[in-house]
């Protein structure tokens, strides 16, 4: 694995030697290296355990940029990440959309886009952009997709203090997440989604909200959704649907003054499929920057709300009907989203203008529900608290 980080590192170097190959063609990146330690004994957390790991947070992207005319332009980016087992954060084309500039104030983009639910979507690989090692999880690791196949359009203006931003965005996507420890294929279509921000002088305001169709790519739950309705156990099979509605909603709020500054971000994202609880999460930040040292103190947590089965199917009557209301209620247990606080301690020591290293200490409290993102052992009496220790190097070039 090391190696492996080596070697995104040896090519970002090569690149980086040349910052625009033309006068029309632009190069860019960056490239983090984490590495973590859980102090609990067989228990893993985010890919993190006893032992001193690099690759869970380790990646390297590279991006180019070539500009037609005043006009329009087309971005392409890569990202390698050395560690892909999550179906959501695997390597390859991250960007691939042209933008037409027809003025200063409307910017309009066309292609595979970074979907703008959260107000570090557009960077939230790019660590040296954060105070933070990894932007909180409660808010920016649930199970919403990140990029979409679309349009977006930008619109801003302002005055001397004041500056506006209306953004609007369309298209549909397909792939895998995770919902709780249900891995699954997903479709959304009529994705429709709108952003507001206020920006006055050092402080920022964001609100959002997104709609769509979803459907989730699960053959199991579709079978038992077929066979409840054929024993006429109809509230049961409407629980379980796969197709539905699904809204998301967030507000953040930003204020740096250069010497100290305050964060904080809250989304609640509901869907109309039973078998999908809603969730409530957010994060607040503070800290102060004592140039070239940064200092931060956050805290984060997730709430979930989790749906009730329908409890149709009579027990002890019929073996097959026993096995049939197990397997029911344990697609609602499977499908529970993780829940947790965190308070994070952390500091960011920017060696260079474009260098950084970063180290953390984070406090982890999971709640009674589901394991809190913790993987552990069969029969653990595990208590879901932990602490994590991270270090990292971020760069950009």
Known sequence: MRHKILYLLFISIMFSHSSAFSNDFEFSGYARVIGGYLDEKDVEYKGYEDSIKFSPSSLIGLQGEYQFNNNWSATAQVLLRSDNTTASD????????????PTDNIQIKLGKLRTPFFTLSDFSDVGFAYPWINPPQQVYDTYLFKTFNGIDAV?????????????GY?????????????????????LLGFIGKI????????VSRYNGNIKLDIEEI?????????LNFTRSANSVQTQGRAHAEQFGIVYDNLDYFFRGEWVRIKTDLGIVPIIQSYY?????NYAPFTYHLTFADSDVDIRSPENEIPLGIDA???????????????????????????????????LALKAEFSALEGNNVKDSFFVTPENSNFDKKASLYLIGLDWVF
């Open 155 to 167: 619109y801003k203006f302002g005055a001397e203090s004041l500056d506006v931003t209306l953004e």
């Open 222 to 230: 579709k079978q038992l959704e077929n066979v409840l309705n054929d």
């Open 320 to 354: 097959d009907l026993d096995r049939l209301a197990y397997g029911y209620n344990s697609i609602f247990e499977d499908s529970t989203p993780d829940s947790l606080k965190t308070w994070t301690i952390g500091v960011r020591w920017d060696v260079l203008p474009n």
């Open 170 to 190: 369309y298209g549909e996507e397909s792939g895998e997440i995770g919902i709780g420890t249900l891995k699954t294929g997903f479709e959304v279509d009529n």
């Open 284 to 288: 607040l930040t503070a800290g102060v």
């Open 199 to 206: 920006n006055i002088e050092n402080l920022e305001f964001r």
């Open 90 to 101: 695997n390597s390859g084309l991250e960007w691939l959309y042209l933008t037409y500039t």
